[in-house]
């Protein structure tokens, strides 16, 4: 009795979601629109992009200027710009990716997550748009901190508040 019940409950189930009704397709093209902004949106808040209040040359020197006056460790500048040019982008705005990392910075996040944190790719990206403004673009690591807890969110607060030093006075 108890297995026919059983078959009867599973049946009916069975059936009952069989005959739910399907989304339209535009139901399921603004489905894909939504969850598609909510994962921008998610993408968004990882980074930190503002416009600059110098030059493009200005902008990269004055990065540059300041990671060293700080005791950054500063790696190499990449012309994005001419990377693009050499594949045959003929209209590449002016771009550079500056390497940089306050002294230790991934160490720190590496002991307060217990090795589990990946390390922080230590880059910024200064680009000029079509308009001719310069923007700079760097992780945000005051969502990332606000993201964690304990130990690994003041290191990265903290960190962020290295980074808000060096960029004060250069964005807006």
């Known amino acids: 009795m108890k297995r026919l019940a059983i078959a009867l409950l599973a049946c009916f189930s069975l059936t009952a979601s069989a005959q739910a009704p399907q989304p339209s ?6 489905m ?8 921008i949106q998610a993408m968004a808040s990882l980074y930190d992009l503002r416009y600059s209040r110098l030059g493009f040359d200005e902008t990269v020197g004055a990065i540059k200027s300041g990671a060293e006056k700080r005791g950054w460790k500063l790696g ?19 771009m550079k990716a500056i390497n940089l990392c306050p002294v230790g910075a991934n ?4 002991k307060a997550s217990g ?17 001719g403004k310069i923007n700079v673009v760097r992780m945000n690591l005051h969502s990332l901190a606000k993201g964690m807890q304990g130990d690994l969110s003041k290191v990265l607060g903290e960190l962020a508040v290295e980074e808000d030093a060096l960029y004060k006075g250069i964005l807006e």
């Open 107 to 110: 160490e720190r996040v590496a």
């Open 115 to 131: 090795g589990k944190a990946p390390a922080l790719p230590c880059r910024v990206t200064v680009f000029e748009t079509a308009d």
């Open 32 to 39: 894909q629109q939504m969850l598609m902004a909510q994962q």
């Open 25 to 30: 397709k535009e139901q399921l093209l603004q």
């Open 76 to 94: 190499g500048i990449h012309d994005v710009q001419a990377e693009m040019r050499t594949t045959g982008v003929k209209d590449a705005r002016r």
